[in-house]
């Protein structure tokens, strides 16, 4: 049987892609490939103790509010505090505070086209 090995990407829908596609870039530092408007991310540019999630959630759940959309992105950086600091100057809108637990450090804030999105750097 074959089996899965990872996440290979996150694909959504986006009113405005390629715009959104540069406030990540100019925001957050992200990379964007020139003919596809996305990001690769290789593993040796991840931080050691960082991994990738597959979590589906109940339809009822809040854990993407004050989102509406029915996705949430998880994005690993090198400083939660830094990079939510960078995506409120671009008109992010932060959610909730900063929070630490055995998994790491987490933070939120909704994109501008409504995305509920969580960093996290691992311990």
């Avoid at 990872?6 to 003919?35: C, H, I, N, S, T």
């Avoid at 992105?73 to 100057?89: C, G, K, P, T, Y």
């Avoid at 959610?95 to 969580?118: A, L, Q, R, S, T």
Wanted: contains cysteine.
């Amino acid at each position: 049987m074959a089996t899965v090995l990872g996440l290979g990407g996150f694909f959504f829908k986006a009113r405005e892609p390629v715009k959104l596609g540069e406030w990540y870039q100019q925001w957050l530092g992200m990379e964007l490939e020139p003919d596809h408007n996305s990001v690769s991310f290789k593993p040796s540019t991840l931080p050691e103790k960082a991994y990738s999630v597959w979590s589906p959630f109940k339809l009822d759940t809040d854990y993407f509010q004050p989102s509406d959309q029915a996705a949430m992105v998880n994005l690993i950086v090198d400083d939660v505090a830094e990079a939510l600091s960078q995506v409120r100057e671009g008109g992010a809108k932060i959610v909730g505070e900063i929070e630490e637990c055995e998994f790491g450090v987490f933070g939120w804030f909704i994109d501008p086209e409504g995305n509920k999105v969580e960093l996290w750097k691992p311990l």
